[in-house]
């Protein structure tokens, strides 16, 4: 029979020696700043998409470029979402570090060719949706490693400071992205992919000569048949929901189009063929029996619903800010993205108040009461953002996306603290990847969503609104009926882009046959918000009523995580194992089962001279991997 040792991570040949006490602050400091980039390039695009549409010469608008505007901001998010749990896996086996450093470069190498890009119109567009899929891929690297990298670098009594201060970069950096977007792509739109080359190359190289692998290692075969189930499986779903929104035949979307159907039904089928796969390998890619740990499966639910809640929100909040609100209080439509990005500081504000102190605290206390408190506060700020009038007093609306931003910062970072607290150390990769697709799938869950309840809000009531306000202004009957056909969701997207609306659904060739000061007065920044704040309320209304839903659930799912909680993370020396079904097999250097079972507190093992052991052995009887089955399930419910 066949022994092999298990060793940690950082003791393999070629290794730096132990790390020292200053290194969980420099994997802190670094893996901040991965995400923070990473997180930057999800939303950067929001407001410099119409810099970048003009410099490649495409206009979004026109019905056969809709997807490229759909596609250039959904990718990302996409990718990220299906990636991470696969890149988590692949760090668990062959190193988080080694995963990590490898997106660090790879996010830089494609955030190069996309500030290069040369190509206009279609093709253009296609280059930017490719290079955005593979710069995509990079972010989910760091993405689904930097949460474990932390987790094995700070004791239990830390990691709420240190996953709150990264939660928070991750967080402010969706906002930042607006801002920048909005200061450089009017400059020129390749700073918008340039500004992330010099941190990408600062960040890769810090990485490779500071970072080490300290975390437990589960070498294994990959799960091919687990990651292509799942691949697709998603894929196919988050594309449905990104095509729903679009118009389909003569409906306004496109949720009865057979390709969606087919698409979210197949893609739901995959995902559970993908269920059935990791119950039938010997090495899953993801252990379903993780979903037992109550902590963490609470966690989880709390944060897809969260994310359902909020992950919309910006889109709205630009949408309000930048189609009616800003240009009613005498911003040109050209200035509403930059302004946009500036006047939601305060969400960003509230939660680099809240993320680290929460984390601090929870630390202190455990997360279920912050984390429950945060969700609460956020349903009663939703409440106050419906109540609001369309044309709002700016300083109520401040403190509103203030305590917003305070509610996310005090429930996001002692649960995700939480979350890697419940999770076996060999398995902290691909529990943060997990947990990293259910917050991004929400969130491209939470667009369609939120995009599909505004636009039934405003099919009922705009096209009225729209051919009484134009024929009153002497838009010809019939223009005036073809602009009220047209779909809501190029209203939607128009505001998105800050392009004037009348101006691009009209035409020149219907404005220059009105008396001049017809045509001023409708494209100027007056009647389109007037126009369109009643049928915007009607369906802003609804749509935050689904955010007050999704956050009081996600309070009753963060109440029912139990008490604080902290999975038996002890290493004893290394020990052989048999080979397993006729294969070598390594085992970890902790006496916690890192693939077939989870358990919440191993009880402590004999000792070597109980065992028979001699005295030159470990004091500990080494760990053996339970044959390939259903793991016995745990009961980590916490106190």
């Known amino acids: 029979m066949r022994w092999t040792v298990a060793k940690p991570a950082g003791s393999e040949a070629g290794t730096d020696h132990e790390p020292g006490p200053r290194y969980k602050w420099i994997a802190l400091s670094n893996t901040t700043l991965g995400v923070l980039i990473a997180t930057i390039n999800m939303s950067i695009l929001l407001i410099a998409l119409p810099d970048i549409f003009r410099g490649i010469g495409v206009d979004p608008l026109r019905p056969g470029n809709t997807s490229l505007l759909l596609w250039l901001i959904m990718s990302y998010l996409v990718v990220t979402a299906v990636l991470v749990v696969s890149f988590g896996r692949l760090g668990d086996m062959y190193g988080r570090v080694r995963m990590y450093n490898l997106g660090f470069a ?44 932390l987790t094995d670098a700070f004791p239990t009594h830390q990691r709420g400071l240190a996953l709150g201060l990264n939660q928070v970069a991750g967080i402010a950096g969706s906002f930042i992205g607006l801002i920048l977007g909005g200061l450089l792509g009017p400059v020129d739109w390749h700073l918008v992919f340039l ?98 740990i109550r902590a963490f499966t609470a966690g989880n639910v709390a944060s897809l619903l969260a994310s359902l809640g909020r992950g919309g929100l910006m889109f709205i909040l630009i949408i309000w800010l930048q189609g009616i609100w800003l240009p009613r209080h005498g911003y040109s439509f050209e200035q509403t993205p930059l302004w946009a990005g500036i ?39 939703f409440v106050a953002l419906k109540e609001l009038p369309v044309d709002f007093g700016y300083p109520m609306f401040a403190l509103i996306l203030l305590l917003n931003g305070l509610a996310m910062g005090l429930f996001a970072s002692p649960n995700r603290a939480a979350i890697m607290n419940s999770l076996p150390p060999d398995q902290r990769g691909v529990g943060a990847g997990i947990s990293t697709t259910f917050q991004n799938s929400a969130t491209v869950l939470s667009i369609g969503v939120f995009f599909s309840l505004m636009i039934a809000g405003l099919a009922g009531a705009l096209p009225g609104a729209l051919t009484h306000g134009l024929t009153a202004q002497g838009v010809p009957a019939a223009d005036a009926a073809r602009v009220a056909a047209l779909p809501p969701v190029g209203v939607l997207f128009a505001s998105l882009l800050g392009y004037n609306p009348v101006q691009t659904l009209l035409g020149p060739h219907v404005l220059a046959q009105l008396p001049a000061g017809h045509a001023d007065y409708l494209t100027g920044r007056a009647f389109f918000p007037a126009l369109i704040s009643q049928p915007f309320a009607d369906g802003l209304s ?64 004999p000792s070597a001279q109980s065992s028979g052991q001699s005295s030159g052995q470990s004091s500990r009887r080494p760990y053996t991997r339970p044959s390939p089955g259903p793991p016995p399930p745990p009961s980590p419910e916490g106190p």
């Open 195 to 292: 500004v992330s080359v010099p941190i990408g190359l600062f960040g890769t190289v810090w990485a490779y000569l500071k970072l080490r692998d300290t975390g437990i290692r589960a070498p294994a075969r990959l799960d091919w048949w687990g990651n292509l189930t799942f691949a697709i499986g998603l894929i196919a779903v988050l594309s449905g929901i990104t095509y729903g929104i679009q118009p389909y035949g003569g409906h306004t979307m496109g949720w009865s189009n057979p390709w969606v159907i087919t698409a979210i039904a197949g893609g739901l089928a995959m995902l559970a063929v993908f269920c059935v796969v990791e119950t039938r390998v010997a090495e899953p890619m993801f252990h379903l029996a993780l979903f037992r």
């Open 542 to 605: 609804v749509a935050f009523d689904f955010a007050i839903a999704a956050c009081l659930v996600a309070a009753v799912a963060s109440l029912l995580r139990g008490g604080r909680y902290v999975h038996g993370d002890r290493s004893p020396a290394p020990a052989a194992t048999p080979a397993v079904g006729g294969r070598q097999r390594d085992t970890s250097a902790s006496s916690v089962p890192s693939a077939s079972s989870v358990t919440s507190a191993p009880a402590p093992l």
């Open 106 to 149: 790879f996010f830089t190498v494609f955030s190069v060719l996309l500030s290069v890009t040369w190509l206009h119109g279609t093709a253009g567009a296609l280059w930017l949706i490719g290079m955005r899929v593979l710069q995509g891929v990079g972010g989910a690297m760091l993405m689904a490693n930097s949460n474990a990298i």
């Open 343 to 381: 006047y939601m500081l305060p969400l960003t504000i509230g939660f680099l108040i809240a993320g680290p102190f929460s984390g601090w605290a929870s630390d202190r206390f455990g997360a279920r009461t912050f984390a429950t408190g945060g969700m609460l506060l956020a349903a009663g700020t």
